[in-house]
């Protein structure tokens, strides 16, 4: 979690959050402090390589609901993927179930190791 208004609190919540979504039952993930810059910290979700395109679409959705529904603060969440990959999902950008989809696909084709 990172952001100009981005508390270690606001980190555990969004922990809690996809931990207690039952669409994101059976994924395993955990949390681990970021190098954020600024009074927040970043809250990096590391995805297992075996997870499959509908899970990765499901942990977006479910990160990208919880910084939307914080409206009125500038809050970011980085999902790390990989060393390599990183999606950035932010309270102040729009994103539609087509781009979260696209996303999806991008990290689930970057997690089965196939070309770009």
Do not use: K
């Amino acid at each position: 979690m990172a952001g100009d208004e981005a508390t270690a609190q606001d980190a555990q919540l969004l922990l809690l959050w996809l931990r207690e979504d039952p669409e994101l039952e059976g994924l395993d993930f955990h949390a681990a402090e970021g190098s954020g810059m600024g009074p927040g910290e970043d809250l990096l979700v590391s995805l297992v390589t075996g997870a499959i395109q509908a899970g990765v679409f499901r942990l977006l959705r479910a990160a990208y609901n919880y910084v939307r529904n914080l409206r009125g603060r500038n809050l970011s969440v980085t999902v790390d993927v990989s060393d390599t990959l990183s999606i950035e999902l932010t309270s102040t950008t729009e994103c539609t179930r087509a781009e979260l989809e696209r996303r999806a696909e991008e990290a689930a084709r970057h997690l089965r190791g196939e070309p770009e």
